[in-house]
């Protein structure tokens, strides 16, 4: 079985299932502007059931995308401590993985990390350093796209306000009630946005704290192995609760971070050496 292979899978169908949502929120953002600007009864009660079954739908599916990040960040950490300090998984752990794992053949970098050091304590600190720089600057880049989105989104429930108390004269009661409680449904979609982006922003924060840690280890001779499994799990705990990193973002950057990484962590360990 091909631990990074199977984890890149889980994540992507978490991504996947991040960004369907993403794009049902704005159906809603749109159909609440169009709703708020339009005199209709039937219409606005409609949209409202709909806004009803679709939120019925989000929830869903975040939980189904977090048992695939529950599963991938399981993989993760087998991966890790295989290519760190060469642990296979124990024949219990690969029992309690689902059937779907063992036949995973997403293609993957070969080598996924690019630590070259023996394996050990030291290696796994340093496959612990790349995964916190890359999960801290692709988390990074997310923030402050969902953070847009939200504003944005904000800014649109805002119009939709302004045109219901600009149309409101000329409507019903009924129809004034179904559309504010469909803002009011809206509304709780961008505070979900605010917390995928407040949750990216602590991903970015934890990492960059990880980050110098794994290069004062790397900076001694021989690390203890306790030390390293710290940072090890000081870095599964920060992005345990994050949303899937977007891929599109990390394909994007990929070489470019990859460049950067090198060049850090050189720097950093020659620089801690001294």
Same mark, same amino acid.
């Given at each position: 079985?091909?631990?990074?292979?199977?984890m890149?899978?889980?994540?992507?169908?978490?991504?996947?299932l991040?960004?369907?949502?993403?794009? &049902?929120?704005?159906?809603?953002?749109?159909?609440?502007?169009?709703?708020?600007?339009?005199?209709?009864?039937?219409?606005?009660s409609?949209?409202?059931?709909?806004?009803?079954?679709?939120?019925?739908?989000?929830?869903?599916?975040?939980?189904?995308?977090?048992? *695939?990040?529950?599963?991938?960040?399981?993989?993760?950490?087998?991966?890790?401590?295989?290519?760190?300090?060469?642990?296979?998984?124990?024949?219990?752990?690969?029992?309690?993985?689902?059937?779907? &794992?063992?036949?995973?053949?997403?293609?993957?970098?070969?080598?996924?990390?690019?630590?070259?050091?023996?394996?050990?304590?030291?290696?796994?600190?340093?496959?612990?350093?790349?995964?916190?720089?890359?999960?801290?600057?692709?988390?990074?880049?997310?923030?402050?796209?969902?953070?847009?989105?939200?504003?944005?989104?904000?800014?649109?429930?805002?119009?939709?306000?302004?045109?219901i108390?600009?149309?409101?004269?000329?409507?019903s009661?009924?129809e004034?009630?179904?559309?504010? &409680?469909?803002?009011?449904?809206?509304?709780?979609?961008?505070?979900?946005?605010?917390?995928?982006?407040?949750?990216?922003?602590?991903?970015?924060?934890?990492c %960059?704290?990880?980050?110098?840690?794994?290069?004062?280890?790397? %900076?001694?001779?021989?690390?203890?192995?306790?030390?390293?499994?710290?940072?090890? *799990?000081?870095?599964?705990?920060?992005?345990?609760?994050?949303?899937?990193?977007?891929?599109?973002?990390?394909?994007?950057?990929?070489? %470019?971070?990859?460049?950067i990484?090198?060049?850090?962590?050189?720097r %950093?360990?020659?620089?801690?050496?001294?």
């Open positions: 079985m091909n631990l990074t292979s199977a890149r899978h889980e994540y992507d169908r978490s991504e996947r991040l960004w369907i949502g993403a794009f &049902v929120k704005v159906v809603f953002y749109l159909t609440t502007i169009a709703t708020a600007a339009w005199s209709n009864g039937f219409a606005a409609l949209f409202l059931i709909l806004a009803c079954v679709g939120q019925a739908f989000l929830f869903i599916s975040r939980q189904v995308m977090q048992d *695939h990040l529950s599963l991938g960040a399981r993989l993760r950490r087998l991966a890790m401590l295989q290519n760190g300090i060469g642990r296979e998984p124990t024949a219990f752990e690969t029992a309690l993985l689902p059937d779907r &794992v063992w036949s995973a053949t997403r293609a993957t970098a070969d080598p996924y990390y690019s630590s070259r050091l023996p394996k050990g304590a030291k290696r796994l600190v340093d496959v612990t350093a790349e995964c916190a720089f890359f999960s801290g600057r692709i988390a990074d880049a997310a923030w402050v796209l969902f953070l847009f989105v939200s504003v944005a989104a904000s800014c649109m429930l805002v119009l939709s306000l302004v045109l108390a600009i149309f409101g004269a000329t409507q009661r009924l004034i009630v179904a559309k504010c &409680v469909l803002i009011g449904i809206t509304f709780w979609m961008t505070g979900d946005l605010v917390d995928i982006s407040l949750k990216y922003r602590s991903v970015t924060n934890s %960059g704290r990880i980050l110098q840690e794994c290069f004062r280890l790397l %900076g001694e001779e021989n690390p203890s192995i306790e030390d390293a499994y710290v940072v090890f *799990h000081e870095y599964d705990a920060a992005v345990a609760g994050a949303p899937p990193m977007p891929n599109h973002i990390y394909r994007r950057r990929d070489a %470019g971070l990859g460049k990484w090198q060049e850090m962590r050189s %950093g360990i020659s620089s801690d050496a001294a």
